[in-house]
């Protein structure tokens, strides 16, 4: 078992920037490629990006292309989403997710595991 909490969501103005995180604890001695995904109330949850174990490859959704970086230190068990350039229709709950694997995954239904989420929330 691997849980996950994230932390670093807020209010933010459009423009500009959070840093979230995602710290996991439990079985972390396994390889787990990580993702962020979002929901809006009413709407399904939509991937947003992922990472591989290694870091080495990276995918993110067209939306948040050259505005959000995900990164992570495996040393610390934590991965990251930086998100610049906010914008109101970035409004959502964040939420992280595990997959013990080496690759990326970018399906939800592929991940195992999940956290509870972090509001962010972009006012025009």
């Known amino acids: 078992q691997v849980q996950l909490v994230e932390s670093g969501g807020g209010l933010v103005q459009a423009g500009g920037s959070l840093r979230l995180s995602c710290a996991a604890s439990?079985?972390?001695?396994?390889?787990?490629?990580m993702g962020w995904f979002r929901q809006d109330p009413g709407k399904e949850r939509e991937f947003v990006a992922a990472?591989?174990?290694?870091?080495?490859?990276?995918y993110y959704t067209d939306s948040v292309k050259g505005r959000f970086t995900i990164s992570r230190d495996n040393a610390k068990n934590t991965v990251y989403l930086q998100m610049n350039g906010l914008k109101p229709e970035d409004t959502a709950v964040y939420y992280c997710?595990?997959?013990?694997?080496?690759?990326?995954?970018?399906?939800?239904?592929?991940?195992?595991?999940w956290g509870q989420g972090t509001q962010v929330t972009v006012s025009s």
């Open positions: 997710a595990a997959k013990r694997t080496t690759k990326v995954v970018t399906t939800t239904y592929e991940y195992d595991y």
């Open positions: 990472i591989s174990w290694s870091g080495g490859n990276t």
């Open positions: 439990g079985r972390t001695y396994y390889t787990y490629a």
